[in-house]
């Protein structure tokens, strides 16, 4: 069943190429963006039923053909309990915004140019996460860069441009230190297999060059994941990113940053880990208290979700940086959950700009229950599930993340762990206050709102609004009719609530969200074994 995997990434490859043809155009290309990320979620799903869970430490229909003879390069892909979650929420999530595309051509056109960018965006997302040779991770791991640079500066918003040179520049930086680091390893090591370096466990290289490659391997990963302060270029791709640029950058992309510690950083350099972990786990708090702050700080709700996920990466990092099975566990189960909460908060946030016309906090007012009471409730879910209410899958990660760093691995000081656990509690709350300040000012309260309540104007005038008292009167879109009264609601049936397209994007990551809420062991006792494996610790569960 090998073949598997290879039609995985060749199925969305395949339909990126069809695509070159002028038949495809407007809708047409959106339906076959649908069929042909519709095909690839089912292959993912066969990948996950045909799975050996009895064995989920061991990697799994494996493909090894030689790829360079000369230089030892192996087109090497497989799965195990770590990569498989990775790959089915690559497949669902890519799945979900084709859906989400369908019926509304994207801000900048070109339909067909976004279905084939992001059809080449998956190819390599999920072969980042099916990669087991060094350089050939290293290649899907760059594939991601070129699409998603599109995405942001085609179809993003007003400052799209410096926001894509900016996302390009950091991640190009990052991944040559990157590559810097993969080559010392194969340089020491004389291979670039990575399930044969994960056996050796560190075996036959030096502790100071582990720490020299750790070092390196892990900016470059730091980088993606986003880790403080190489973070500055998130608040401004998500910023600028279109809707369904915003919910794979924050989904998926992030997530290959922080599946690189897991499946090459700590397991092939062990001792380099070892040593670097106090000032990862450091790092990784500071994250989290800066991202909070930084979220009380911010007026615009896409920017607001981008410095939590500042934040909730940062409880992911403090996870890998316990060394322990159930601090790697915790940043696992983390990383699915971000990817299924902040997937949601981005497709509401998309939703709301929609139909407000603005992501603006000020603008938006309140009252959003009583006016769209559908999108209020799921924003009002996806917050509290972000914020890590116990029943809801944000609260594992977390949770055993702080408790990982209670006690951690053998070697590592434990009053030190102790205090990024603290300040990790501190940061959960700050992280509760942000989200009730928000949710308080934008589905309670009076409505302070500019808001299209009607057609379009037959004249092209100025039309300006108050934005409240005292506060200063601005131009807005021409041409649109705006509610101007404080307190004031458009006409019922004016302003449309959730729709059926988008309840089919959205609930998926709802009811998942609650499923591993309620039933963490489902992907604990998947990632469990795995986590055992690369921690050298032998097959149990962790």
């Not at 940086?321 to 699915?336: D, E, K, S």
């Not at 509690?425 to 300040?437: I, R, S």
Request: with cysteine; proline share 6%.
């Amino acid at each position: 069943m090998n073949w598997l995997l290879l039609a995985l990434l060749a199925v969305p490859l395949a339909g990126a190429a069809a695509l070159t043809a002028p038949a495809f155009a407007g809708r047409a290309a959106g339906r076959f963006g649908i069929a042909v990320s519709a095909l690839t979620f089912l292959l993912a799903v066969v990948v996950a039923v045909v799975f050996d869970y009895g064995d989920a430490g061991r990697m799994q229909l494996e493909t090894d053909w030689s790829w360079i003879p000369g230089l030892d390069l192996r087109f090497h892909l497989g799965v195990d309990g770590i990569s498989l979650p990775l790959v089915v929420l690559t497949a669902l999530l890519s799945l979900l915004c084709f859906v989400h595309l369908a019926g509304r051509p994207p801000d900048g056109g070109r339909v067909r140019a976004l279905v084939f960018t992001l059809l080449v965006l998956e190819v390599g997302m999920i072969g980042t996460f099916l990669a087991l040779d060094l350089l050939l991770f290293f290649v899907f791991f760059e594939v991601v860069l070129v699409p998603m640079y599109f995405v942001i500066a085609i179809w993003g918003g007003r400052d799209r441009r410096a926001a894509a040179v900016k996302f390009i520049l950091y991640t190009l930086l990052g991944s040559a230190v990157l590559l810097l680091g993969l080559l010392v390893i194969w340089a020491q090591a004389g291979t670039l297999d990575m399930v044969e370096l994960t056996a050796r466990h560190g075996s036959g290289i030096a502790r100071s060059v582990q720490i020299v490659a750790f070092l390196a391997v892990g900016i470059g990963l730091a980088v993606k994941t986003p880790m403080w302060p190489l973070h500055t270029w998130l608040p401004d791709a998500h910023t600028e990113a279109p809707t369904v640029g915003s919910v794979l950058l924050a989904g998926v992309l992030l997530k290959m940053g922080s599946y690189g510690f897991a499946r090459i950083a700590i397991p092939i350099l062990p001792e380099g880990a070892a040593a670097l972990a106090p000032w990862l786990g450091a790092l990784a708090v500071v994250g989290i208290i800066y991202g909070s702050l930084a979220c009380l700080a911010q007026r615009d709700l896409k920017r607001m979700i981008a410095y939590s996920s500042v934040g909730h990466m940062g409880f992911v990092l403090l996870g890998f940086a316990t060394l322990t099975p159930v601090g790697v566990n915790a940043a696992l189960f983390g990383n699915i959950a971000h990817g299924l909460i902040t997937g949601l908060l981005f497709f509401l946030a998309g939703g709301i700009k929609e139909r407000y016309g603005t992501a603006d906090l000020v603008r938006l007012g309140g009252g959003m229950l009583r006016r769209l009471p559908y999108i209020g409730s799921l924003l009002t879910f996806a917050c509290v599930a972000s914020l890590g209410l116990p029943g809801l899958a944000g609260f594992w990660g977390e949770m055993l993340a702080l408790f990982g760093a209670f006690r951690p691995a053998a070697g590592l000081s434990r009053p030190l762990f102790l205090v990024f656990m603290t300040v990790g509690g501190v940061g959960t709350v700050l992280t509760a206050a942000y989200f009730l300040v928000m949710l308080s000012r934008v589905t309670h309260g009076r409505s302070r709102e500019t808001v299209p309540v009607g057609p379009p104007l037959a004249s092209a005038e100025e039309v300006r609004v108050v934005l409240g008292p005292g506060e200063p009167v601005e131009p807005v879109a021409t041409g649109t009719a705006v509610a101007e009264v404080e307190g004031s609601h458009p006409p019922a049936g004016r302003l449309a609530d959730v729709t059926s397209r988008e309840l089919v994007a959205w609930v998926p990551l709802v009811a998942l969200t609650i499923l591993f809420g309620v039933w963490p062991k489902a992907l604990l006792d998947l990632t469990g074994p795995a986590v055992q494996a690369i921690l050298g610790l032998g097959g149990g569960a962790g």
